[in-house]
């Protein structure tokens, strides 16, 4: 089932089929600012990451010495059927509980929430995590949403540039495969600030940039007028991604609080990198979002 928040500037459709943005499109210029998904390159558009960031090797991990298979890569939230908690005109939220199939896959018993809140031309996403186990709860959490590039047909791909709102001196996450390596390596951004976009800056898959200066980021064209504006100030860590190897036109802005499992890891939950830990009967909140700029 879809559904709308709209007020002047946007129009921002929802699935309930893990409580995805499915288009963010300007009531002004009619330009739809969310890739739409095509089977060539990525059928998903604003992915939402929960119990797991990235992959767990071979699909499969342990708790306690139980082996669990949760073979979706960034979890089960993006293929589970989410309940409407609350629609009104500017918020919708979403939920999904711990059930008899989630546990099969991941041993906790949970509350996870996403709350949108609409506001003029920014759209807010925020998680809700809460843990109704007896013990405590072991997870990661983040967002995948991929924005198209060009914004409009005429321009190209390599006239959109990514950039931080200060001076930024990140480190890079080397992976191999998917799987990150141990080692962090400096990203250099012009001017301390740009990544400029080619296609072939995904060959190595993802870019996934840590210990940033600044977390806010914004893309747009040289000397364009239009932007879309990501603030994942409560995130550790930014993925940047498009298929690679490909021409795709679209790029994912992705927030996370969680890390791919490791090239040498046994796959014990408990050791998986970034893991965040959560007491009973506590809540985990982080959000992050999407300012529209015309």
């Known amino acids: 089932m879809n559904l709308i928040l709209k007020n002047d500037l946007l129009t921002v459709e929802f699935s309930t089929l893990g409580g995805e943005i499915r288009s963010i499109k300007s009531n002004k ?65 979403f939920n999904l509980k711990s059930s008899e199939e989630t546990l099969k896959s991941y041993p906790f018993e949970f509350d996870f929430y996403i709350n949108y809140q609409l506001d003029g031309g920014k ?73 400029r976009l080619n296609h072939n800056l995904f060959d190595n898959d993802a870019i996934i940039l840590s210990s940033m200066d600044s977390r806010i980021v914004t893309l747009k064209k040289v000397g364009g007028d239009k932007s879309v504006t990501v603030d994942f100030s409560d995130f550790a860590y930014l993925g940047l991604w498009h298929k690679p190897h490909s021409d795709a036109p679209y790029i994912c802005i992705e927030p996370w609080n969680g890390l791919p499992s490791g090239v040498k890891d046994n796959e014990e939950l408990t050791k998986k990198p970034a893991i965040l830990k959560l007491q009973p009967d506590e809540t985990y909140s982080a959000g992050f979002s999407i300012d529209i700029k015309e």
């Open 29 to 93: 210029t009619d330009i739809e600012y969310l890739w739409q998904g095509a089977p060539q390159y990525w059928t998903g558009r604003a992915t939402n990451l929960f119990p797991i960031v990235g992959r767990v090797k071979e699909g499969k991990y342990k708790y306690k010495g139980e082996e669990f298979a949760i073979n979706s890569p960034h979890g089960f939230v993006k293929i589970s059927e989410m309940d409407v908690a609350e629609h009104t005109d500017n918020t919708l939220v």
């Open 123 to 195: 759209l807010t996403c925020r998680y809700y995590v809460m843990n109704n186990s007896l013990e405590e709860m072991y997870f990661s959490v983040g967002g995948h949403p991929g924005f198209n590039v060009p914004f409009e047909d005429e321009d190209k791909f390599s006239e959109y540039y990514i950039e931080f709102d200060g001076e930024c001196h990140p480190n890079e996450v080397v992976c191999d495969n998917c799987f990150i390596t141990g080692q962090f390596t400096p990203y250099k951004l012009e001017d301390d600030r740009i990544i």
